[in-house]
Every structure is written in structure tokens, then in C-alpha cells.
């Protein structure tokens, strides 16, 4: 809390991997135990309490659901009492009933081929597994965690080496998958970047500000919503550049903003500012400068728009006739 501080950040959202976990109360001993979630949140109002003078932060105490397969889920916005009786295959059922947001974490972080000396730090599999056709997805969950930094730095490391080593565009991969899924599912995946600060390597050892989110009030609530409604932007800081994708169609007083649908009949103007690759449906449609008018495949189909600016700014899809 106190790195996140002093990175300007506006929230965090701590995911421990042991957050099921039972701990000493940090109000003393004649206090019971508590959950290691219910032990985040605990310390976060102990800190604000402490120092009022301190850069306001929203700390959102989550949990890394951890398991080998199908992969690591992150939970946040939701309550461990509420999970922690249910068998393993239905906690992200139980969380994703109470409106929590449940992210498949780092899809494609992995070991991969590299002559890179560095990448032999990385050494364990925590790809998500159905993405590699290994085992059913059973969709339990509504977010991507797309801009991994520790993928978006394997990525970077090898720019001129993609070619040769295909498996380390993480974050690229990442993206296909999520225009995939949206395609296929027809329904609104939340992306999200994340830190996954450990404070050690070969992970983050601080975090840093890979999302942005439009909030209506700077309080934990504002902030739940808003990640369900995908009013987001991910990349470097935040992406920050992308936040002015707008839409509007052909059917009186229809207009979308990141992460909104809207109904339309058979055409959607999309608007921006600048320079920005705009996909559609998954697939890569060109540069275009302030935005452009795209045709709907049959009158009132389903149809979602992103767009990707300069220095890796990337915003959440618009969505046409969202089911």
C-alpha cells in the first residue's frame, strides 16, 4: 500500500495467494482469526485511520485462486465466507453470483523457448490452460488480465525476436484470445492490465499503473461498477490515450462509450482522437485518423470495436447489440 502510494496510484486491488487463509487479527489476540482477505482489509483502514495525511488510496482486498489446472483466477469485490465452503470447481460459480470480478490471470506467462540468459528465471507454467486446448473452460469467469506486465516485459525483451520465438508475444497472444472469446461468447470480457507485484523476482517489485478506470465517485463501489461495465483502458499507464473512443448508430439517441452497447440497425460511427488500429470482431481493420463508419455484417447483428493507440494505450471494446 505504502509503494502504491508512492506511485500516485488511485487504487490497487491486493490479490494474495493465501488469502483463504486463516490469520491472527492484527486487533489483538482476544480478537478471532481472520481470513487473509478479511487481514488486507483490516490493515488498509488501520493504515488510512493512521496517516489521514496520506495520498488517498482504494485498496481492494482480493485473492489468487491458485490451482495448476485450469490456471490462476484473480477474485476481487466479492466476500471469502461466501466461497470458502464451496467445492474447488465452484467458488468462481459462487463469486461471479454475488457480482464479483473473477479474472483469468497472466493466460500465457510461461517458460518458453529464448537464447535469452534472463528467461531462465522464468520457470513455472501458469498459462491458462484451456487456451492451449487443455482441458474445458468452463467460463467462470468475466475478465482477461491481458496486460501482464511481467508478459508485456517478455514481449518486449524479444521485439526483434518474434519470428524466431513466437511463444514470447504474451501480451499479443493475450489479446487474440480475449477478441476470440468475445467473438465466439457474445458477451462483455472485461480486460484488465495488472502488475502482479510480488516484491521479488522474477515478478514486479513494485506496482505500477497498467489500468485505467472511469469511475463516478474515487470509492470501492464506483470502482466494483465500473470494472463490471468495463470502462477501462490497460497498457503503459494506464493507456490513458485511448479513453475518448465513442460511438453512436443509426438508431435515434443510441451512444457508447468504453465498454457500452449500443442498438443499432445496420451501421455505427465510431469517433476518437488522433491516430489509432481499430479491431473489429477480433480481426485488425486499419489505421484511421478521429475514427470511422463501419457497416454491421446483417441488420442488427452483434459487432464489437476496440482501438489501440500509440506508446500502447488500448481501451475495452464497444459493443453493437449486445446479447
Given amino acids: 500500500m505504502a509503494a502504491a502510494r508512492k506511485a500516485a ?5 491486493v490479490t494474495p495467494h493465501g488469502a483463504d487463509r486463516m490469520f491472527a487479527s492484527p486487533r ?10 478479511e487481514l488486507v482489509a483490516e490493515l488498509a483502514a488501520a493504515a488510512a485511520k493512521d496517516d489521514a495525511a496520506a495520498r488517498p488510496l482504494v485498496v481492494v482486498s482480493g485473492w489468487e485462486f491458485t490451482r495448476e489446472s485450469p490456471g490462476h ?12 465452503g464451496a467445492a474447488d470447481e465452484d467458488k468462481a460459480k459462487v463469486a461471479l453470483a454475488k457480482d464479483a470480478l473473477v479474472v483469468v490471470n497472466h493466460p500465457y506467462f510461461r517458460p518458453v523457448k529464448s537464447d535469452l540468459p534472463i528467461m531462465k528465471m522464468l520457470d513455472g507454467d501458469r498459462r491458462w490452460r484451456p487456451f492451449f486446448g487443455e482441458g474445458k473452460d468452463d467460463l467462470r ?12 516485459l517478455v514481449q518486449k525483451l524479444h521485439a526483434n525476436l518474434a519470428a524466431k520465438f513466437p511463444d514470447t ?12 472469446a468475445t467473438l465466439a461468447q457474445k458477451r462483455r470480457i472485461v480486460a484488465v492490465g495488472g502488475s502482479d507485484c510480488h516484491g521479488r523476482l522474477p515478478y514486479a517489485l513494485a506496482p ?15 470502482l466494483h461498477r465500473a470494472l463490471l461495465a468495463a470502462h477501462v483502458t490497460f497498457g503503459r499507464d494506464g493507456g490513458p490515450a485511448a479513453r475518448d473512443f465513442t460511438a453512436t448508430s443509426d438508431v435515434a439517441g443510441e451512444k457508447a462509450s468504453i465498454g457500452d452497447s449500443l442498438a443499432a440497425k445496420s451501421e455505427v460511427r465510431l469517433a476518437w482522437s488522433g491516430k489509432a488500429v481499430l479491431v473489429e470482431n477480433g480481426e485488425r481493420v ?14 442488427g447483428a452483434f459487432a464489437s470495436w476496440r482501438i489501440e493507440k500509440p506508446n ?10 449486445l446479447p
Avoid at 508475444?169 to 476470440?180: F, I, P, R, V
Avoid at 486499419?286 to 441488420?299: I, Q, S, W
Fill in 9 to 13: 496510484l488511485d487504487f490497487i486491488v
Fill in 28 to 37: 489483538g489476540p482476544e480478537v478471532p482469526q481472520v481470513s487473509g482477505q
Fill in 73 to 84: 483466477l484473480g477474485f476481487s469485490f466479492f466476500r471469502m465466507a461466501d466461497v470458502a
Fill in 141 to 152: 469467469w468475466n475478465a482477461i488480465e491481458v496486460w501482464h506486465e511481467r508478459s508485456v
Fill in 169 to 180: 508475444q504474451m501480451a499479443a497472444d493475450s489479446l487474440k484470445a480475449w477478441d476470440a
Fill in 208 to 222: 505500477m499503473a497498467l489500468v485505467s478506470v472511469r469511475v463516478d465517485a474515487a470509492d470501492e463501489e464506483s
Fill in 286 to 299: 486499419g489505421e484511421f485518423d478521429g475514427g470511422t463508419t463501419r457497416k454491421l455484417a446483417a441488420t
Fill in 312 to 321: 500502447d494505450a488500448y481501451s475495452n471494446c464497444i459493443y453493437a447489440n
